[in-house]
């Protein structure tokens, strides 16, 4: 399968305990986006690397979120002391940078935090 | 503020029938809309569209883009059980928020047999 994916699928965790997701791109894709996704809402940006460079990142991704992509391959995202209300679905697409880049997504990480 | 806004919300049909998804969005720097499927997990990608008035199909599936009025449509014909899913619309910007996309909440669709 060369699609984009992600590790876990889902993850069960106590409020306060920290929590990481990966996420491997397709191979020849230099963007990574990491969206999160609430019940009944659209996934929303969270931040976005070209290579290893992080470009943006959402005023969603609050100072417990970090996210890192070292060598510009695959992407971890970090969540600290987590809350309930970052129970969610993590999102990770991948693209290719040229004119009309289109991103694709991964299966997702599924966390609930209780 | 950008946003993207999807219409109907949820929608049944029967077998058979024909279906039409809104997506009317305002945003600055408008570079792209896509439209995406979502069963119970990841979002497939369906079409991108950029230019206005050119219709993209992909079988019974098929959209279109008013950059004037700032829509887009996605139609189904002869939708099928497997149709049932959650359609999004998305939409990409040029500059600084470039691969940032702003998502619709979506428009749940559910297909009787």
């Known amino acids: 399968d060369t699609g984009v994916s992600q590790d876990p699928r889902h993850k069960i965790t106590k409020r306060g305990q920290n929590v990481t997701f990966r996420c491997d791109p397709i191979?020849?894709?230099?963007?990574l986006y990491w969206y999160r996704q609430t019940l009944g809402q659209g996934p929303e940006f969270l931040t976005y690397?070209?290579?290893?460079?992080?470009?943006?990142k959402s005023r969603l991704l609050s100072d417990r979120f970090s996210a890192e992509r070292p060598k510009g391959s695959f992407s971890t995202l970090e969540i600290q002391r987590t809350e309930q209300g970052d129970s969610a679905m993590y999102l990770c697409?991948?693209?290719?940078?040229?004119?009309?880049?289109?991103?694709?997504f991964g299966p997702g990480t599924r966390l609930l935090v209780l | 503020e950008d946003k993207v806004v999807q219409s109907p919300l949820s929608l049944v049909v029967h077998e058979g029938d024909t279906v039409t998804l809104n997506c009317s969005y305002e945003v600055t720097n408008f570079r792209s809309l896509l439209w995406y499927k979502q069963e119970k997990k990841a979002p497939t990608f369906l079409f991108m569209l950029?230019?206005?008035?050119i219709e993209k199909k992909s079988g019974r599936l098929s959209s279109i883009l008013d950059k004037k009025e700032l829509f887009s449509i996605l139609n189904i014909t002869a939708t099928q059980t497997g149709d049932s899913a959650v359609y999004l619309c998305a939409v990409d910007r040029y500059g600084g928020s470039q691969g940032n996309l702003i998502f619709g909440k979506g428009t749940k669709l559910s297909v009787k047999p």
């Open positions: 191979s020849e894709h230099n963007r």
């Open positions: 950029t230019s206005s008035g």
């Open positions: 697409a991948s693209s290719l940078r040229t004119d009309q880049e289109t991103q694709y």
């Open positions: 690397f070209q290579n290893e460079a992080q470009l943006e």
